[in-house]
């Protein structure tokens, strides 16, 4: 970048004042959050999101130093471009799950099909004979938020979710997009969006072995200058909003 397009010591400055008034915003937004999704409290988080860029940005570009400001999902969706105050919007959820008990899958499904054909005065078929057949009837009998409280009786493994909530003027006419539900979400459009993976507590975990790490090597230190005169040292041996059916 050359310099005169840098930007000046002032304007540097200035992001770091916004910063500093975005987290005194963000402070008080949660303490007087009033639920768990309070809307002033994830408008405070977008903008203190936008303060950090905005510094981080100037910061480089004029000394060449970055901040160790990591905004979550910062990267994953373009600025909001929809209407100011819509009139509708759409909640869409994906949850991925592994079955890693299929014959307990099977059994579940087996239940339910004797109970529904019992209850009917009819025999039982055999449609929960296979894992398609049986995934059908247990996702058809039950809320899919029941089937993510309770994934492991029905043999699941929970792998990666994530929830957008996108906004649009005016509601879709009935069945107007049943036949490509997933094929037209502008991320333009996307109000919030809230993922769920085992990458992100691996992360964690493995954030919380360093400290433990160093703090192991601190210890075996000072262990071994308090031993340092002795002879002889004995070793000691991870609900969602409700989907209508």
Known sequence: MSDAAQPTAAEVRAAAEAIKTALDRHLAAVERRSGE????VLEAFNQLAAAAEVYDELLYDRYD????FEIPGAEELP?????EE???ISVLIRRDYAVAEPQRLLAQAQRVEAAEYSAAGGLAEDAAGTVPGALGI???????DEIASRHKEFGLEEGDSTLWVTATDEAPEAGEWLETPFEHIDPQQTVCRFDVSAVFDEEDDEGDEDEEGAGDDEG???EADEDEDLEFVEDEGLEPLDSEK
């Open 79 to 83: 600025p909001y471009a929809g209407p």
């Open 37 to 40: 999704d309070d809307p002033a």
């Open 138 to 144: 247990l996702f058809g009998e039950f809320e899919p």
């Open 220 to 222: 075996d230190g000072e």
């Open 65 to 68: 130093e970055v901040t160790p």
């Open 86 to 88: 819509p009139h509708a």
